[in-house]
């Protein structure tokens, strides 16, 4: 079981974190990486933006109805699951996996093997097969494409080296606090 996303809605204005998360990811990964691909990079800083909420981060849910909160349980999920439902488990694990190895590396390395099963897990390995499984389900008009998820997969370490640069930005930068906090 998935809890759905927030819904969207393409007519209302952006937020503040919204227009900002958009400008860093484009100012970092056009500018500064010379990655040129416009979907990529809105999928980005869309996926930041819906980790801005812990619950999407723990959106999949075990049989038992609590949140998978490590990847290990995560996969375990995606293996129960089919069709549509599987390729948004994968997703989520591509997604979860690039946004702590980008934006929060160092949390990965105080993982204990002895307390988390993820403490054994290569997230950069795991969120690479995660997307390719993903990227091999059709997913309909209204997900991502195949061939964006199977990009995510093959550049999955320029992604996340995107995000820490975008972290090392909004840190560094005075306007970027002032944003986040108003």
């Not at 981060?57 to 109805?65: K, M, P």
């Not at 307390?115 to 690479?128: H, I, P, T, V």
Request: proline share 4%; glycine share 8%.
């Amino acid at each position: 079981m998935m809890k759905p996303e927030p819904n969207e809605n393409p007519s209302k204005e952006s937020s503040t974190i919204e227009r900002f998360l958009a400008g860093i990811s484009e100012c970092i990964f056009l500018s500064k990486l010379g990655v040129a691909d416009i979907q990529l990079v809105d999928y980005l800083s869309d996926m930041m933006l819906r980790f801005v909420r812990v619950e999407s981060l723990h959106r999949v849910r075990r049989a038992n109805g609590k949140p998978a909160t490590e990847v290990f349980e995560m996969v375990a999920e995606a293996d129960r699951r089919i069709g549509l439902a599987r390729r948004e488990v994968h997703r989520h694990i591509g997604d979860f996996t690039l946004f702590w190895s980008g934006m929060y590396p160092e949390s990965l390395r105080r993982i204990n093997p002895n307390e988390s099963a993820d403490g054994f897990l290569n997230y950069c390995r795991q969120g690479k097969r995660a997307y390719a499984i993903a990227a091999e389900i059709e997913g309909g008009d209204d997900r991502p494409s195949c061939d964006l998820l199977y990009r995510l997969s093959e550049q999955f370490e320029l992604c996340a080296y995107g995000l820490r640069e975008v972290r090392r930005e909004w840190e560094e930068g005075d306007q970027g606090s002032d944003l986040l906090l108003s």
